[in-house]
């Protein structure tokens, strides 16, 4: 008999709760990011999901913090 450990499985995609919590922006500001089209997201009947690839997408495309 073999055991197998499994970690906690990483969702592929994430809800609004879940995605803003990521971004660490708030719902009211990810929804924003939706609606400007800055961010894509699928529908699952009443359920928005994102995938957490297009997210980081998103992060990377920030420009770069600068301070004096």
Known sequence: MTNTIRGPRISRFLNVRE????????????????????????KLGARTLL?????DRFLDGLPEARYR
């Open 51 to 55: 995938e957490r690839d297009e997210l």
């Open 19 to 42: 995605a803003s919590d990521y971004l660490s922006v708030s719902r009211s500001r990810l929804c924003e990011l939706l609606k400007d089209q800055k961010i894509r997201a699928r």
